[in-house]
Nanobody
Framework: QVQLVESGGGLVQAGGSLRLSCAAS????????MGWFRQVPGKERSIVAA????????YYADSVKGRFTISRDNAKNTMYLQMNSLKPEDTAVYYC???????????????WGQGTQVTVSS
């Protein structure tokens, strides 16, 4: 089993930055692709960014390209999401997730964190 815990959410003004962390425990996630998702009330959870197990490949949703950066430190069993130039529409609960296999996929994630709230004020 893999347990994931997000941290780093909070309230920030538009144009500001936040860095989310996702700490994994239990089994190692070094061989697993991981991703960040977000969800707002009344909408489905959507993928924000994903990273392969080796960090050699990344994916970004169009809405965050050029503003967000996903990274991971397998030695620390931790994944990050650096969010810059935040907009009010980035307000959501952000979840980290891990899946079996090292290749990036947009769905099929097996393990989820509990989520962290990000609120961007205008």
């Amino acid at each position: 089993q893999v347990q994931l815990v997000e941290s780093g959410g909070g309230l920030v003004q538009a144009g500001g930055s936040l860095r989310l962390s996702c700490a994994a425990s239990g089994r190692t996630v070094s061989g697993r692709a991981m991703g960040w998702f977000r969800q707002v009330p009344g909408k489905e959870r959507s993928i924000v960014a994903a990273i392969s197990s080796s960090a050699g490949s990344t994916y970004y949703a169009d809405s965050v390209k050029g503003r967000f950066t996903i990274s991971r430190d397998n030695a620390k069993n931790t994944m990050y999401l650096q969010m810059n130039s935040l907009k009010p529409e980035d307000t959501a609960v952000y979840y980290c997730a891990a899946k079996s296999g090292g290749a990036i996929e947009l769905r099929g994630y097996d393990y989820w964190g509990q989520g962290t709230q990000v609120t961007v004020s205008s």
